[in-house]
């Protein structure tokens, strides 16, 4: 390989993609000259190459960092259930999370190819021959300013590029099942169980709400209403049951008592 030129180094075995190229460019190639504008046929096959490199090196580091991934039986499992607000905010957080061990890794990996391309510049030097020319590219090389550190950032722009679009795609989806619970939420809290079979049959925060009107006064239960968008005429059905059946009497009695002993700020006041 000629002076100052750096051999490619796949970081993974060789194959049938990587030999050709390696073949194309341990040929002798003069050195590079900045500032000089790219020209004839040689040159221009070159720059082909060495783009094909840059791609696989990309491809290699997103193999290295994201891995091979086949989800577990439990991840197939909570994939077939209907998503919610909740679990799309763990999404969001474990995205996050992922993103930036991503990027670490890819620094590691790009500060390790920059080492490696600065030690092959400087041992490729002949200490015996002065050539500013050469001494030059070399520390324009070990710049960040230089180009050669185009091909990381350009990297690190798919990387973050694709992790904002996931990222844009889990929050767009968690705003609209919000939305969705929020209207279904709305829904819910204005039914009011009309017979005590139906209020037998609700889930247990609404049977408490329905338990805590009916023990309540009566300004409290006109607040209640308005919060919950109820009607005079939707409770007095069950308003009457609770007043002339005893036994519902006191099982509504026990749970709204039960209720508040078990909040604090009940309690606290």
Not at 49 to 76: Q, T
Not at 205 to 212: F, I, K, P, S
Not at 237 to 265: C, E, W
């Amino acid at each position: 390989m000629a002076t100052g030129q750096r051999a490619f180094r796949s970081r993974q075995p060789e194959n049938g993609f990587v030999k050709p190229i390696l073949e194309e460019l341990d040929d002798a190639q003069p050195l590079p000259i900045l500032s000089s504008a790219i020209s004839g046929p040689k040159a221009y096959k070159e720059m082909l190459m060495r783009d094909l490199v840059d791609k696989h090196r990309l491809v290699e580091d997103m193999l290295h960092i994201k891995g091979s991934y086949f989800p577990g039986l439990e991840a197939m499992q909570l994939a077939t259930k209907a998503p919610t607000a909740s679990d799309l905010t763990n999404l969001v957080e474990e995205a996050q999370r992922q993103h930036k061990e991503e990027i670490e890794k890819l620094m590691d990996l790009q500060a390790k190819d920059h080492l490696s391309r600065v030690l092959d510049l400087y041992q490729s030097t002949d200490g015996i021959v002065n050539l500013p020319e050469l001494d030059e590219f070399i520390g324009a090389t070990a710049t960040s300013t230089n180009p050669v550190f185009d091909d990381a950032m350009v990297e690190y722009d798919y990387y973050r590029w694709a992790h904002l679009k996931t990222l844009s795609g889990l929050m767009k989806r968690r705003e609209e099942l919000l939305a969705k619970e929020t209207s279904e939420r709305k829904l819910r809290d204005a039914q009011f169980p009309r017979t005590i079979a139906q209020w037998t049959a609700l889930d247990r925060d609404t049977q408490l709400r329905v338990a805590r009107f009916l023990v309540a006064d009566k300004s409290t239960q006109e607040r209640m209403l308005s919060q919950f968008g109820w009607a005079w005429k939707q409770v007095e059905p069950l308003k009457g049951d609770y007043q002339h059946n005893s036994t519902f009497q006191g099982d509504i009695n026990m749970r709204a008592r039960d209720a508040d002993a078990g909040d604090p700020h009940r309690n606290a006041s």
